[in-house]
């Protein structure tokens, strides 16, 4: 089937969002017209018509003159970007905390604050806190209030992209199912735009922030922590479902006769299989084992370290190691024979896992029927923290909408 033309509407809208984005992202200050052109490949009309839209609007600065080309010539206009247009904050809700940061369109930290967030709490002290904490963080930002425009929030559960309803969460149980955590907070701070993602989601958003190339390919990115999630991306798009169920991986049944309980009641889930705790419980009880391994003479020992033994030649890092790598390649294979992605992103605890780990986890995946070529699919490990790569997807999220024109 052919595929549609962009509609000029939808073309305006991304080549803009695209000319936007050089200014805002990159660590060079000043652009000319001609360098912005040439780094999009748009043309330099439509370059020269958006750069004038945004001055007009305050996005984009005139800064003056640049240097002249190697042949000499008029020396060109360059301009940069408003970061103080605009202020947000982002509020990240852990589990038994959450703090509140408020952002330039730079997305740099001007102010930060952390608290205590108890997990019998209820949705009003949940937003008592968060206020809390916003003033807090606007105050030690001596951003002027009047300029924050924004509020994110990066949460765990279940959410509603469509209406900002928190379906379920587990780590909150007070909470209860359908909390209209959005419209909590757009009447709790009026004025404020507000987006509310799950964290696993707006984790994987910052893939597209930091690797540009991915904006044109289908993604989908695993997310480890105390649990583990997914987040699906194509042609920079992250999908969603009527349910909110798209990327809950990590309660896709592994082992149905496993004796553990799984948080959400079942047995054999994913993320209870390959969690840290676990790992770490079934080496303490393997004395012997362990005191023939490296890991041995550690007082402390984590998933990571397990990961990194494992690398270098330890026997005993390398049989729990496989284990986790077998699990992984089984989830692995559900995913690419259910969405089929490019490329498949690990974030988080296992993140740690690109090399010994990355090659038993394949082995395992090989099958000359359905997957005799893995390089089929490209896979990366981001070890950057997984809270601040839901910070990012998040306040870059909010930072375009804050930058958003009108047709």
């Given at each position: 089937?052919?595929?549609?033309?962009?509609?000029?509407?939808?073309?305006?809208?991304?080549?803009?969002?695209?000319?936007?984005?050089?200014?805002?992202?990159?660590?060079?200050?000043?652009?000319?017209?001609?360098?912005?052109?040439?780094?999009?490949?748009?043309?330099?009309?439509?370059?020269?018509?958006?750069?004038?839209?945004?001055?007009?609007?305050?996005?984009?600065?005139?800064?003056?003159?640049?240097?002249?080309?190697?042949?000499?010539?008029?020396?060109?206009?360059?301009?940069?970007?408003?970061?103080?247009?605009?202020?947000?904050?982002?509020?990240?809700?852990?589990?038994?905390?959450?703090?509140?940061?408020?952002?330039?369109?730079?997305?740099?930290?001007?102010?930060?604050?952390?608290?205590?967030?108890?997990?019998?709490?209820?949705?009003?002290?949940?937003?008592?806190?968060?206020?809390?904490?916003?003033?807090?963080?606007?105050?030690?930002?001596?951003?002027?209030?009047?300029?924050?425009?924004?509020?994110?929030?990066?949460?765990?559960?279940?959410?509603?992209?469509?209406?900002?309803?928190?379906?379920?969460?587990?780590?909150?149980?007070?909470?209860?199912?359908?909390?209209?955590?959005?419209?909590?907070?757009?009447?709790?701070?009026?004025?404020?735009?507000?987006?509310?993602?799950?964290?696993?989601?707006?984790?994987?958003?910052?893939?597209?922030?930091?690797?540009?190339?991915?904006?044109?390919?289908?993604?989908?990115?695993?997310?480890?922590?105390?649990?583990?999630?997914?987040?699906?991306?194509?042609?920079?798009?992250?999908?969603?479902?009527?349910?909110?169920?798209?990327?809950?991986?990590?309660?896709?049944?592994?082992?149905?006769?496993?004796?553990?309980?799984?948080?959400?009641?079942?047995?054999?889930?994913?993320?209870?299989?390959?969690?840290?705790?676990?790992i770490l419980r079934e080496m303490r009880a393997e004395p012997q084992k362990l005191a023939s391994s490296?890991?041995?003479?550690?007082?402390?020992?984590?998933?990571?370290?397990?990961?990194?033994?494992?690398?270098?030649?330890?026997?005993?890092?390398?049989?729990?190691?496989?284990?986790?790598a077998w699990l992984f390649s089984l989830a692995i294979r559900n995913v690419i024979l259910t969405i089929?992605?490019?490329?498949?992103?690990?974030?988080?605890?296992?993140?740690?896992?690109?090399?010994?780990?990355?090659?038993?986890?394949?082995?395992?995946?090989?099958?000359?029927?359905?997957?005799?070529?893995?390089?089929?699919?490209?896979?990366?490990?981001?070890?950057?923290?997984?809270?601040?790569?839901?910070?990012?997807?998040?306040?870059?999220?909010?930072?375009?909408?804050?930058?958003?024109?009108?047709?």
């Amino acid at each position: 089937m052919q595929k549609k033309a962009a509609l000029p509407r939808d073309l305006k809208r991304k080549n803009r969002n695209e000319i936007l984005r050089v200014f805002q992202k990159s660590e060079k200050q000043e652009w000319s017209l001609a360098e912005v052109s040439e780094y999009t490949g748009i043309s330099r009309a439509t370059v020269r018509k958006a750069v004038m839209d945004f001055v007009e609007q305050g996005i984009v600065l005139c800064t003056g003159k640049g240097s002249s080309t190697e042949i000499g010539g008029k020396r060109p206009e360059v301009f940069a970007f408003h970061k103080e247009y605009r202020f947000f904050a982002y509020l990240n809700i852990g589990i038994g905390w959450l703090s509140v940061a408020i952002l330039d369109l730079k997305l740099k930290e001007r102010g930060w604050v952390k608290a205590g967030l108890a997990l019998d709490s209820d949705p009003e002290e949940l937003v008592a806190v968060s206020k809390a904490c916003y003033r807090q963080a606007v105050a030690e930002s001596g951003v002027l209030e009047e300029k924050i425009c924004g509020l994110c929030i990066g949460t765990s559960g279940m959410v509603d992209q469509e209406t900002g309803t928190l379906r379920h969460i587990l780590s909150y149980p007070r909470w209860g199912n359908e909390l209209p955590i959005k419209q909590l907070f757009e009447d709790a701070f009026p004025g404020l735009i507000v987006m509310v993602e799950n964290v696993a989601r707006a984790a994987g958003r910052a893939e597209l922030y930091f690797h540009r190339e991915l904006e044109m390919k289908k993604v989908f990115t695993i997310f480890t922590y105390r649990g583990v999630s997914g987040c699906l991306m194509k042609q920079g798009r992250v999908f969603s479902s009527s349910n909110s169920l798209i990327g809950e991986i990590g309660h896709m049944i592994l082992c149905p006769d496993d004796m553990e309980i799984c948080r959400c009641g079942s047995r054999g889930c994913f993320e209870n299989m390959v969690a840290e705790e676990r790992i770490l419980r079934e080496m303490r009880a393997e004395p012997q084992k362990l005191a023939s391994s490296v890991l041995g003479g550690r007082p402390e020992v984590s998933l990571g370290a397990i990961l990194e033994a494992a690398e270098e030649g330890d026997a005993y890092s390398r049989e729990l190691t496989d284990k986790v790598a077998w699990l992984f390649s089984l989830a692995i294979r559900n995913v690419i024979l259910t969405i089929d992605p490019e490329v498949i992103v690990i974030q988080g605890k296992y993140s740690a896992g690109k090399g010994y780990f990355h090659k038993k986890m394949t082995e395992y995946l090989y099958n000359e029927a359905y997957f005799p070529n893995l390089s089929a699919w490209e896979f990366l490990y981001d070890e950057r923290n997984v809270f601040e790569l839901a910070r990012i997807g998040m306040a870059s999220a909010m930072a375009e909408e804050l930058c958003a024109f009108g047709d």
